[in-house]
């Protein structure tokens, strides 16, 4: 069983900031690509930013230069720390990496629960 646990949503005032954070657990052989994704309501949901287990990153345009993604591979850990938040940032925040389990050896996308941010006044 493979779970993602995300942690550090919820409400912050325009040009605040907030660290996401999300933890891999169980049966993980090896880790890949590891991203957040958002979505608001209504919208379908679109990358926010991604990194290679090498550290290789990209972000969506909108978050350039206030996001910044990292990630602890000895933690199976990823981390979105989000600067600058505008009230267009409000979304539910949705971690994902792309794994190979333990034993079976298949590889394959999971996924969060989700986090909700919100940026309000």
């Known amino acids: 069983q493979v779970q993602l646990v995300e942690s550090g949503g919820g409400l912050v005032q325009p040009g605040g900031s907030l660290r996401l954070s999300c933890a891999a657990s169980g049966n993980i052989l090896s880790v890949f690509a590891m991203g957040w994704y958002r979505q608001a309501p209504g919208k379908q949901r679109d990358l926010v930013a991604g990194?290679?287990?090498?550290?290789?990153?990209n972000y969506a345009d909108s978050v350039k230069g206030r996001f910044t993604i990292s990630r602890d591979n000895a933690k199976k850990t990823v981390y979105l720390q989000m600067n600058n938040l505008k009230p267009e940032d409000t979304a539910v925040y949705y971690c994902?990496?792309?794994?190979?389990?333990?034993?079976?050896?298949?590889?394959?996308?999971?996924w969060g629960q989700g986090t909700q941010v919100t940026v309000s006044s």
């Open positions: 994902h990496a792309d794994l190979v389990r333990n034993y079976v050896r298949t590889r394959g996308d999971y």
């Open positions: 990194i290679t287990s090498n550290g290789s990153t």
